[in-house]
């Protein structure tokens, strides 16, 4: 190869290089360091229970490893993934996210009282998390299609509002409080950034706590968790248990914590605590300036993620990044505040903390789709 071919081949790579545009720094960073922490907190909350059940401590730890290089790797290819795909796509995805929730009823896996998951052998997962995904999508989809629309009734209620109502019942018959209150919540945030009428707002507003009201009055099971959330003394030894010792936890934990891997509640007395409760152990373990510092981290990520879809180059892309954030914001607030009892126990997990291999690839994914919106930015006009 010739000296010259050589430099137009150098050239070609630093145009294709520079049509992808340069990822955000500081939101990939703030990524990396929460898998990082997760993973440590980890394995302290998960060595006790593993080698009681399987004789070999490090098991939830390694698997979890392994989920998060895959992860990592997901991710990066996403960011290079032109957000328009999505766009494109959107109904596409929602269809697919409705199918898998509709086969829930019929070959879902029963777990705790309630049937959420899809097993194929291979893999595991539960389609609320997709179906979270493709309500982001298809709304930012139909919502930068009909801009100047959103104000009325037509294009600005009446097609989330279907599809909502669609995902509701679905989740209903799971049963499935934590990601119907999730959805129908990040609907709502949406609709609002997208720019719907507030008075139609408040009246959806209305129409979702009298939904939210029939379902608890309906599914017996909700309940137990509020009485447990009320007064979990009542029942220290069953519907109790887990807000006892959650809060036994967090309260032997004080200002500096009992030192990394010194906790107590782990060894089989907190049910879950490396799943929704591993911020329970954290607390423990790190204190309440450990803790502080692990919402400082997410509140980081958070900040800088709105900020990456307030820059982003059309509103598309703005409305996809502005929901992804919108759902780790809301997942991290509705875990935390479960742990601490601040509200009654739903089973959602802690982004990048609890245990779950598809659902830390599935988070990875998403956080892929903003870096992608952040390459956006610095992109040379198309």
Request: with cysteine; hydrophobic share 50%.
């Given at each position: ?78 960011s290079r993934v032109p957000y328009e795909w999505y766009q494109k796509l959107s109904l596409l995805i929602l269809a697919a996210s409705i199918g898998l929730l509709v086969l829930v009823p019929f070959i879902g896996t029963e777990s705790g009282g309630a049937t959420r998951w899809l097993d194929f052998g291979f893999v595991s997962f539960q389609p609320s998390e997709i179906a979270k995904f493709g309500v982001i999508c298809s709304f930012a989809a139909i919502m930068a299609a009909h801009t100047r629309d959103m ?232």
């Amino acid at each position: 190869m010739s000296h010259r071919e050589k430099q137009l081949k150098k050239s070609a790579v630093r145009v294709v290089e520079s049509d992808l545009g340069v990822i955000d720094l500081p939101y990939l960073l703030l990524t990396l360091l929460l898998v990082a922490i997760g993973l440590l907190v980890l394995f302290s909350a998960s060595y006790a229970r593993a080698y009681y059940e399987t004789k070999n401590a490090a098991s939830v730890f390694v698997n979890q490893l392994i989920f998060a290089v895959m992860g990592i790797g997901v991710m990066w290819l996403i960011s290079r993934v032109p957000y328009e795909w999505y766009q494109k796509l959107s109904l596409l995805i929602l269809a697919a996210s409705i199918g898998l929730l509709v086969l829930v009823p019929f070959i879902g896996t029963e777990s705790g009282g309630a049937t959420r998951w899809l097993d194929f052998g291979f893999v595991s997962f539960q389609p609320s998390e997709i179906a979270k995904f493709g309500v982001i999508c298809s709304f930012a989809a139909i919502m930068a299609a009909h801009t100047r629309d959103m104000k009325t009734i037509r294009y600005g209620v009446a097609p989330y509002v279907v599809i909502l109502g669609i995902i509701a019942v679905l989740l209903y018959l799971e049963p499935h409080m934590s990601a119907t209150l999730i959805i129908l919540a990040l609907g709502f945030i949406l609709m609002t950034l997208g720019g719907t009428d507030w008075k139609y707002l408040v009246g959806l507003v209305i129409l979702g706590c009298l939904l939210v009201a029939v379902y608890l009055l309906t599914k017996g099971y909700t309940g137990g968790r509020i009485s447990a959330w009320l007064h979990p003394e009542n029942d220290p030894l069953d519907k109790g248990l887990q807000v006892l010792q959650s809060q036994y936890a967090i309260g032997s934990g004080g200002l500096l914590g009992l030192g990394f891997g010194r906790g107590r509640q782990k060894y089989l007395y907190l049910p879950e605590e490396h799943n929704d409760y591993i911020f329970a152990i954290a607390c423990e373990e790190l204190g309440f300036v450990g803790a502080i510092g692990i919402l400082i981290l997410f509140a980081l990520l958070i900040i800088r993620s709105y900020w990456i879809a307030m820059h982003a180059r059309d509103r598309f892309s703005m409305l996809l990044a502005a929901g992804l954030t919108t759902l780790l914001a809301l997942q991290v607030f509705l875990n935390v505040a479960v742990v601490t009892n601040l509200l009654p126990s739903t089973g959602i997990s802690l982004p990048f903390f609890s245990y779950g291999g598809t659902a830390l690839i599935m988070q990875l994914a998403e956080n892929g789709i903003v870096l992608n919106v952040s390459r956006s930015i610095t992109q040379s006009p198309r």
